[in-house]
């Protein structure tokens, strides 16, 4: 493949979804001793929507976040990013997607401890050469209530300002999708919310797309719906969660599991 930038490779995404599996296959090693992580996963994340993957652990649903982010390899299957085939990308191609048309969140905060609260949510934007938009890096401060902190060091700010950082860094490039893996796996309930509520507002407010993986049922119930993994295979799918439906779902699955 030629070193052409991706806008010159790739039409511009599919109204309507933002990324998507089909038949997504991984296996970690080999022979008596391989493990099935996802078996023919197919998933489409719309636009504008709020994504929970939910399942037991080892049920595959960082794995699945982490191949349809472009973090993971995998064995067989398609992943695209609006129209963009991941599995035709070499690694510059990869990471330039990566950099400029998907945003993360972690557990862990992962900011620079030695830079400022903007100079973390801008860094993205610094190593790739390009300036942030002044009115929408304004709007994205204001809407995670940061305003007040820009100024202060990863060090100066409780675990919730942090996430908070990270979130608008996430936000910052106006990705077509945000992924986040336990994104308030290291909060308190209170800090939980808030971040969780940003989130919310991403996808009401500015038209973004979330997905994330969580075993919260409280945090599931944000977003708009819930698939369920189950040993890597998709297994159930909720519209208009809430934390009691999906506790009284995911008690289901443990009852199943128990009894096969």
């Known amino acids: 493949m030629t070193a052409e930038s991706l806008d010159t490779l790739t039409p511009h995404p599919t109204i309507g979804i933002a990324a998507a ?4 296959s991984k296996v970690y090693g080999s022979g008596d ?16 929507e709020f994504t929970a993957i939910m399942g037991p652990s080892g049920s595959g649903k960082s794995t699945l976040m982490h191949c349809a982010a472009g973090l993971d390899s995998f064995n067989s299957g398609s992943v695209r990013i609006g129209t963009t085939e991941l599995g035709t990308l070499n690694d510059r191609q ?32 610094t190593i790739a050469g390009r300036r942030p938009d002044r009115q929408w890096l ?8 940061l305003s007040e902190r820009l100024d202060h060091r990863p060090g100066q700010l409780s675990g919730g300002q942090q996430q908070r950082v990270a979130v608008a860094r996430a936000l910052v490039s106006r990705p077509a999708i945000i992924f986040g893996d336990e994104p308030t796996g ?20 500015l038209g973004q797309t979330v997905v994330v993986v969580t075993h919260d049922p409280v945090a599931a119930g ?10 890597g295979r998709l297994v159930d799918e909720m519209a208009h969660p809430t934390p009691d439906r999906v506790l009284d779902r995911m008690k289901a699955f443990d009852a199943r599991s128990r009894t096969s």
């Open 222 to 231: 944000y977003a708009d719906r819930v698939v369920f993994l189950a040993d």
């Open 138 to 145: 304004d709007r994205v401060v204001t809407m995670v209530g």
């Open 33 to 48: 001793t391989s493990v099935v992580a996802l078996d023919r996963v197919s998933i489409a994340f719309r636009e504008g």
């Open 21 to 24: 599996t089909t038949d997504l």
């Open 94 to 125: 990869l990471t330039q997607l990566r950099r400029d048309r998907i945003g993360f969140i972690f557990q862990a905060f992962n900011l620079m401890p030695t830079l400022t609260a903007l100079e973390n949510i801008t860094l993205p934007l």
């Open 186 to 205: 290291n909060l308190d309930s209170r800090a939980g919310a808030e971040v969780l509520g940003f989130l919310r507002d991403s996808v009401r407010e």
